[in-house]
């Protein structure tokens, strides 16, 4: 379904799909996107979509990490995220793809995009490097 999903949009497989980490990669306006299915360990697949925002700033560390909690809990369908590998915040959506049709995971991955194309300039703009 997702490579449904990319065509829909206009793009390929030849230049979406990424063969050794089995993902799909694209640009939503400023925003990178990534999207693949995970193995949750526990019986069930989940649709993972991602997004890297920004880089943490190194100033005004406390007050960035309060407005992405404000914006976790005033976001819907979206949640901020750091992976402990990682220097950049992401925007991220995660769904069980048991029951999942196409028109849900369309609606998954516009709804990261879209808020990802948002919040990538928006926090920029508000913690500059």
């Not at 693949?36 to 925002?53: H, M, Q, T, V, W």
């Not at 048991?98 to 709804?111: A, P, Q, R, T």
């Not at 990261?112 to 508000?126: G, I, V």
Request: charged share 30%; aromatic share 14%; glycine share 4%.
């Amino acid at each position: 379904m997702i490579q449904e999903y990319v065509e829909s949009v206009g793009l390929t497989k030849k230049d979406t799909y990424n063969a050794e980490t089995d993902s799909w990669n694209w640009k939503r306006g400023s925003a990178s996107i990534e999207v693949f299915i995970a193995d949750g360990k526990n019986n069930r697949e989940y649709l993972c979509i991602y997004s890297p925002l920004m880089k943490i700033p190194a100033k005004e560390e406390f007050s960035f990490y309060r407005h992405l909690l404000e914006l976790n809990y005033s976001k819907l369908g979206l949640k901020l995220a750091i992976r402990s590998s990682s220097e950049f915040v992401y925007a991220v959506s995660e769904r069980d793809i048991n029951g999942m049709d196409y028109n849900e995971l369309s609606v998954c991955i516009k709804d990261l995009e879209w808020w990802a194309d948002k919040l990538d300039d928006e926090l920029q703009e508000l913690f500059p490097h």
